[in-house]
């Protein structure tokens, strides 16, 4: 239909008119005064009609205009007296392109002109959060000693077509409740247990008078260093001390690095041997019992790895200080008789036993494995030893072991071992504590009842849970930890000659042939396996490399460059053999000067191994911790997945340089 005639045929006057016209012509077939008359007030309605919709439009208009009016100044009065300041700026540089009275307020008029920038009043402010598309400031902005929280958004400017985006805040004032919240994290409880780690030691064979003297001595000391902090202290055994204080003195502590352990060392026995204190701390608890178990494990923690150092626990993590000075020897025959009867408990309550290393097993690991196997036949239970036997640094131990018909088939595969597990089954992990070293983790987590022995220091990952810990960082190698155990359970004459090779031969590789963190208990290990039948030639030969085993190293030996002097470091571009970079890192350290030697080398799947060792003071444990390893103060490794040869390095220098800074 035509749009005129659709639109002549809307309701309205329009139709109204044309009808009334329609009939004014036919009236002039019948009456010609009446169509006039007709046409006429016809006429006269329509001008009236439009004099009425003109006037009608006039006010309509005229009602809007105002309406728009008001609107526009309710939304101005709005604006300028909303009661947060406000303050709109370009988004380029800042620069304020307008701001309320509330907002000239906090910083005073006279600061505020035509070319004013936030980031002049604020140091530091930039508008990238807006572009990021956040709606809140990162962090509170202060400004004369007030604190405020700053939300916004951007707006565009005032033509559609513009591309000139402003972006405009609004500053809540959060003083009063910030102070609320620091003063409430300010005073939050922190538990420490101070223990004196080496009282026993320090006052051997000293009449009571010299102890009670040197316990005064270490109790003055504590109190002097909790003098500032309003704790309390208090001494609740001959050598311990709980300490609890505000969270507000922490950090002045960390700072400082915990003085009271190099306070504690001026404290030096008639002996000679000077006084030393572990520290374990609990923080973020939901109670002070939460807070007080937290600093019995670090406690527990600082001992495990050495003690003369303070471990913090929160609730998710621990921390360490210190801890560089060498290990605190506390083991006695007491311990190893008392672990020996545990052991031998869980022994009679297990069906079977399986015993797992760390990845690529060493000598030691092996070693230790086949004294286990030793306890476990005198007791008559079935032991395994879980091992990769195509990746592993052991070969020629594992073939001599197996040549003896008790050994016959006692290596199982980690997949067989747990297609064997059950509910009876007691998982015996030896030559590490930490979860993610074990050969085969799936094993581990199979394994309801586990006992670890190891002689590695406690890291912040480690098996918990465990049935027996038999953890002694200052001995030579778990070979030697386990030699007392079987000294303890096993008669001399029921050890096999092999077995007592293993267990030697995991002694000397980890001592290098009796010159490295060597003791008492050591030799006296080295004794008792002697008169078991220990031949040190056939020790010899077990730990025989082949010639391109032998070229190899010196290879590496090729590459060494010194750092800092006194470290020597090999960076290797090609893989290698985890024992041949272990020797060269020992060969290393023959080099004049050279307290400790670090081999670092890429691996096939994209990652890197470093293999450390030391003979000075430097602690390669604590270095290679930075970068996720662990070990002892003398041997340490590391390895880093998914991370590129050059990258690595890096990470090594900048772990040597942030340890010598501390």
């Known amino acids: 239909m035509n749009k005129n005639i659709k639109r002549l045929l809307e309701p309205g006057t329009r139709l109204y008119f044309v009808f009334l016209v329609i009939f004014a012509g036919l009236a002039f077939t ?17 001008v009236y009609s439009i004099i009425v919709t003109r006037r009608r439009r006039r006010e309509l208009e005229s009602y809007i205009e105002s309406v728009t009016y008001d609107a526009e100044t309710a939304k101005s009065d709005t604006l300028m007296n909303f009661p947060l300041p406000m303050v709109a700026f370009r988004l380029d540089n800042t620069a304020i392109v307008w701001g309320n009275r509330f907002f000239s307020d906090i910083f005073g008029k006279g600061k505020l002109h035509f070319d004013t920038r936030l980031s002049d009043l604020v140091k530091g402010f930039k508008s990238k ?23 916004g958004n951007i707006i565009r400017g005032e033509s559609d077509n513009s591309r000139d985006f402003m972006g405009i805040s609004y500053w809540l004032d959060v003083t009063d409740y910030d102070l609320v919240k620091e003063e409430y994290e300010n005073s939050r409880p922190i538990v ?12 051997k064979n000293l009449p009571d008078r010299v102890k009670t003297q040197m316990q005064n001595a270490i109790s003055e ?38 003085s009271i352990m190099d306070s504690v060392h001026e404290i030096v026995s008639p002996s000679g041997i000077h006084a030393s204190v572990s520290i374990g701390i609990g923080r973020d608890g939901g109670s002070f019992e939460e807070n007080f178990n937290f600093a019995v494990l670090s406690t527990e923690m600082a001992l495990s790895r050495g003690g003369d150092q303070t471990v913090i626990k929160n609730r998710f993590n621990f921390e360490f200080f210190g801890g560089r000075g060498a290990e605190i020897e506390t083991r006695t025959k007491v311990k190893s008789r008392v672990m020996a009867n545990a052991l031998s408990e869980l022994f009679r309550t297990s069906g079977q036993i399986m015993i797992m290393g760390h990845k690529f097993g060493d000598m030691d690991c092996v070693g230790a494995a086949a004294g286990i196997c030793c306890i476990a036949r005198k007791m008559g239970c079935r032991a395994h030893i879980v091992i990769d036997e195509k990746h592993n640094g052991a070969e020629s131990l594992i073939k001599k072991l197996k040549s003896a018909e008790e050994y016959a088939d006692t290596f199982i595969s980690p997949q067989e071992a747990i297609m064997r597990a059950d509910r009876g089954t007691l998982l015996v992990v030896v030559d590490t504590n930490r979860p993610e070293q074990v050969e085969d983790l799936s094993l581990l987590m199979a394994c309801n009842r586990v006992a670890v022995i190891d002689h590695h220091r406690r890291a912040a990952s480690y098996i918990q849970n465990a049935a027996l810990t038999f953890l002694e960082p200052y001995a030579s190698s778990v070979c030697e930890l386990v030699c007392e155990l079987v000294q303890e359970l096993v008669e001399q004459s029921d050890i096999l000659k092999i077995e007592a090779d293993a267990l030697l031969s995991g002694i000397v590789m980890d001592t290098k042939n009796f010159t490295m963190r060597t003791g008492e208990r050591t030799f006296d290990a080295a004794a008792f396996l002697n008169r078991a039948g220990a031949d040190t030639i056939a020790v010899k030969k077990i730990l025989q490399n082949d010639m391109d085993d032998t070229v190899a190293r010196y290879k590496i030996l090729q590459k060494v460059k010194r750092y800092r002097e006194s470290i020597a470091v090999a960076v290797i571009e090609e893989p290698q053999d ?25 691996t096939e799947n994209g990652g890197v191994i470093i293999s450390a060792r030391s003979i000075g003071d430097v602690n390669v444990q604590l270095l290679l911790e930075e970068l996720g390893g662990g070990g002892n103060k003398s041997a340490a490794g590391a390895q880093i997945e998914k991370i590129s040869l050059r990258d690595a390095v890096n990470k090594l220098f900048a772990a040597i340089d942030d340890y010598f800074e501390d």
Request: overall charge negative; charged content about 25%.
């Open 30 to 46: 019948f009456n010609i005064k009446v169509a006039a008359a007709e046409i006429a007030i016809t006429i006269l309605l329509l």
């Open 192 to 203: 420490a247990i101070i223990l004196f780690d080496n009282l026993d030691e320090i006052s």
């Open 129 to 151: 959060w807006l572009t990021e598309g956040k709606l809140q400031y990162p962090e509170l902005i202060e400004v004369s000693g007030r604190r405020y929280r700053v939300y």
């Open 578 to 602: 985890r024992i041949v970079a272990a020797q060269a890192a020992d060969e290393m350290l023959n080099i004049t000067g050279i307290q400790a030697s670090i081999v670092i080398y890429p």
């Open 221 to 258: 000391k504590v109190e002097n260093w909790c003098s500032d902090m309003g704790a309390i202290v208090c001494r609740y055994d001959r050598d311990k001390y709980l300490l609890i204080f505000e969270q507000r003195h922490y950090n002045k502590l960390v700072e400082e690095k915990f």
